[in-house]
């Protein structure tokens, strides 16, 4: 009868070998990184346009309901539909500002230089 009992049991892996296996297990599986620039592109155009087209319908919506309780024909949906029309524009060029200057910022070297071709 051999004596394999009596054997030391395996030492386990240290934490910081386990947190690089972890990390490269997130970083193989995560979807984000198989999108790329494409699904993101489309994503914010979607977003984009979908500012755009619920300002305008929210503004025709109001002018058509003035319209309804006021008795004042087309006129109050023709000027809160254009009211739509620029309150969706603003909105829309408020929303690429703030993502251009997120990317701008997301892009900047740590030393406050604009990265390593500028």
Known sequence: MTDE??????????????????EAARHAHDPRIGAGARGGAM???????ADLVSAVVAGAGLG????W???????????????????GIMNVIRTA???????QAQNRAPDGTDGPNG
């Open 5 to 22: 009992s009596k054997q030391p049991p395996e030492t386990p892996p240290s934490q910081e070998s386990f947190e690089a296996r972890l």
């Open 43 to 49: 994503g914010t155009a979607f977003r984009l346009s």
């Open 64 to 67: 058509w309901g003035l319209d």
């Open 69 to 87: 309780l006021l008795g004042t024909g087309p006129w109050m949906l023709l000027l809160f539909f254009f009211l739509g029309i620029a309150a």
């Open 97 to 103: 500002n703030a993502m251009n200057a997120a990317q």
